[in-house]
């Protein structure tokens, strides 16, 4: 899983980066409460209120405080205006990325959560849903596309610069150790009586025995496990060390691959764990990443191109503040 994303967008700068959430759907100019209105594409008081709010959680998931003065309105309004004109340059070039490359994107975020509970969890802490993630996602392809067409298209990174950069920011390039694995989960509430729980424990025990006289794991999962990942045959995909409960990884990453585990308890309840796959933590080479070194270097050293670029359109653009 590549580690290095959150430097490259840094580089984009505020004049890039969508800083304050996508504006996930342009309104149509005879809607009302109009914040501006830009080529005719209009934002609206809502859509300004939507990315103050985003704002607000990711900076709170984040552990950070956010100033709110009279100032911090027209800051966002101020992104979502430059955005927009962006996004209808990208338009007005036909600058489209597929619906295949959005979903692939999409994945990748997928991918760092060990459950689509868990991911649908943190998209809602942060204002999110999925419909709107994806908006995002799409709408920072185009950016990303436009600004790789018409600003940095010419501009060549030596070899040297690549190399010199890799090894002074080694840190960024490490994958870390990960496990796949898929559960059998009875749920015991945490005010469970002492029965409830003795109840619970022999479900499980039944269920070990079951599995370990040769039943198959995800059929089992899928008629008998009380988790969100039953019905997918317990898979709980690959994860991370600090992903999961203590009890649950000490184990899942203590597992061979194809081993079973014993009954293994943690807040949730009692879970039987099959390992399916595991990778060693690693450091990526450099031709793995050379790609995304050198885009991230052609935004840095484009910095000014790219402001200057953005500058160009917004002054050339219609914008109207009712």
């Given at each position: ?54 704002l607000r959680a990711r900076s709170t998931a984040q552990g950070q405080s956010v100033d709110e003065d009279s100032s ?122 002492e029965q409830s729980k003795r109840d619970a424990r022999q479900k499980i025990d039944r269920i070990y025995a079951d ?55 943690t807040p949730f309840g009692y879970h039987v764990i099959l390992v399916t796959a595991k990778e060693a933590g690693r ?40």
């Amino acid at each position: 899983m590549y580690r290095f994303g959150n430097i490259s967008k840094k580089a984009l700068g505020v004049s890039v980066a969508v800083l304050f959430g996508f504006l996930s759907s342009c309104s149509k100019p005879e809607e009302p409460g109009a914040a501006a209105i830009v080529d005719g594409t209009v934002i609206t008081s809502d859509e300004v209120e939507t990315a103050l709010t985003i704002l607000r959680a990711r900076s709170t998931a984040q552990g950070q405080s956010v100033d709110e003065d009279s100032s911090l309105r027209e800051t966002v309004l101020d992104s979502l205006i430059r955005q927009a004109v962006m996004l209808n340059a990208a338009d007005f070039f036909g600058i489209a990325p597929s619906r295949t490359r959005v979903d692939e994107e999409l994945a990748k975020i997928r991918e760092r959560f060990p459950s689509e509970e868990a991911f649908r969890e943190t998209l809602a802490q942060q204002g999110y849903t999925v419909e709107s993630l994806r908006n995002e996602l799409e709408g920072n392809l185009k950016i990303s596309t436009l600004i790789e067409e018409k600003v940095l298209s010419d501009v060549v990174i030596p070899e040297d610069d690549i190399a010199a950069f890799y090894a002074e920011n080694s840190q960024f390039f490490i994958i870390p150790e990960s496990a796949t694995a898929s559960h059998i989960l009875v749920q015991v509430a945490a005010d469970a009586s002492e029965q409830s729980k003795r109840d619970a424990r022999q479900k499980i025990d039944r269920i070990y025995a079951d599995l370990a006289s040769g039943a198959d794991f995800a059929e089992v999962a899928k008629s008998r496990s009380e988790g969100p990942s039953g019905p997918n045959g317990g898979s709980l995909g690959e994860f991370g060390r600090g992903q999961m409960v203590p009890a649950f990884e000490q184990v899942a990453f203590s597992l061979a691959v194809g081993e079973l585990s014993g009954v293994v308890e943690t807040p949730f309840g009692y879970h039987v764990i099959l390992v399916t796959a595991k990778e060693a933590g690693r450091s990526q080479g450099i031709d793995e990443v050379r790609g995304d070194i050198t885009e991230y270097l052609k935004q840095s050293s484009g910095e000014e191109e790219i402001a200057a670029y953005i500058d160009g359109l917004v002054q050339a653009a219609s914008i109207e503040r009712p």
